[in-house]
């Protein structure tokens, strides 16, 4: 059983990459840190304190958010690794920060978790018991995030290059999804669990 402290969490207030497609491009600016994320089998919630008070906002794959990216209640969570961000800036440059990928947990992995057999089922241990996950599985890469590795504009065409980012951002470069099978509040410092690794 492998175990990673959990270093970052955020939401999604609202789509990550509006417009319509050839010509939607991934825009970060929807990402929110939280202190503790609320999942559900419906999906999360955030919450956090900042200068101006205590906030809370629902992510955009959340069923009930009204431009809810998963409707079908299978997204749940992503999780990446500190190494997997490493590896991102020391391909395609500083500008992918901790985080700008758009995953909702962050985990202490100096190696990442790339091409790790990602197990399908794990736990997250919190200061109030385990919240179990099902369907683990790799986050697909996409054109959007690709340009954006790249800095590359939107077009009606798909470069060569970004042909080849979207074969290198996947086996869990963009990290890995799974869905909760109940409650919980995931905070910093707590810890992933992945049997078998």
């Given at each position: 059983m492998a175990e990673f402290?959990?270093?970052?969490?955020q939401i999604q207030t609202r789509p990550l990459k509006p417009g319509r497609a050839p010509y939607r491009e991934y825009r970060p600016e929807g990402l929110q840190r939280v202190d503790r994320l609320l999942v559900s089998e419906r999906g999360n919630h955030g919450e956090w304190s900042d200068d101006s008070g205590d906030?809370?906002?629902?992510?955009?794959h959340h069923q009930d958010h009204p431009q809810s990216r998963d409707r079908k209640g299978r997204g749940g969570i992503s999780v990446l690794g500190t190494g997997d961000y490493f590896r991102l800036r020391e391909q395609y440059g500083p500008?992918?920060?901790?985080?700008?990928a758009g995953e909702s947990v962050l985990v202490d992995a100096r190696d990442g978790l790339a091409g790790a057999a990602f197990p399908a089922d794990f736990s997250i241990r919190t200061a109030s018991g385990v919240i179990d996950f099902r369907l683990g599985r790799v986050a697909d890469p996409c054109v959007e995030f690709s340009r954006f590795c790249l800095r590359e504009g939107a077009s009606a065409e798909v470069s060569d290059a970004?042909?080849?980012?979207l074969i290198d951002l996947d086996d869990g470069h963009r990290g890995y999804r799974a869905a909760a099978t109940g409650s919980g509040v995931i905070s910093i410092g707590d810890t992933l669990l992945l049997p078998g690794l």
């Open positions: 402290r959990i270093v970052g969490l906030h809370s906002a629902i992510d955009v500008h992918l920060v901790d985080g700008v970004v042909r080849k980012a």
